[in-house]
């Protein structure tokens, strides 16, 4: 597991910023554990024997068309590969306004539920909870672990389970 060089904090693998303090994080090294070193199987749901963890979740963009969260995705108005994490799938948002950054969010599958990890770095994300809370982040990762909705400017995705 990857730790953040600043505090110490545990980081998911596609991280790209400390979810404690913020700080950027050094590149991955590795993705999944080498093989003969995977994990056990399990009745958790969200992983596999192979120790990777699988979709329970979708993202439905707001020309109603459904992306399962299998792997890294990287959303935005034009997203470009080099912001992408390895074997990340792109994912374009049509926003004639320009509020969505080229490359604004990654979306990862984690064991708690899905990864947001905002790029803008000044645009940020909004999560808007059922309740009708809403909590933004600019520049770092925040862990979802229930359905909400997730505002980049003016273009609204929606996060469901599978």
């Given at each position: 597991m990857r730790v953040c060089a600043g505090c110490g904090a545990p980081a998911s693998p596609v991280a790209r910023f400390c979810v404690d303090c913020g700080r950027r994080l050094a590149p991955p090294?590795?993705?999944a554990p080498p093989p003969g070193e995977a994990l056990a199987a399990t009745?958790?749901?969200?992983?596999?024997?192979?120790?990777?963890?699988?979709?329970?979740?979708r993202l439905e963009l707001p020309n109603g068309v459904e992306v399962a969260v299998e792997g890294p995705l990287v959303i935005g108005r034009r997203p470009d590969a080099a912001a992408a994490p390895p074997r990340a799938r792109l994912v374009t948002v049509d926003d004639p306004?320009?509020?969505?950054?080229?490359?604004h969010l990654i979306v990862a599958p984690s064991v708690g539920g899905v990864l947001l990890t905002d790029l803008s770095g000044h645009n940020g994300v909004?999560?808007?909870g059922l309740d009708g809370s809403e909590r933004r982040f600019v520049g770092s990762a925040v862990e979802v672990g229930e359905p909400c909705g997730i505002r980049l400017g003016a273009v609204r995705i929606l996060l469901r389970s599978a």
């Open positions: 090294t590795e993705l009745e958790e749901p969200g992983l596999t024997f192979s120790g990777l963890v699988t979709s329970r979740w306004d320009r509020t969505v950054s080229r490359s909004v999560i808007e």
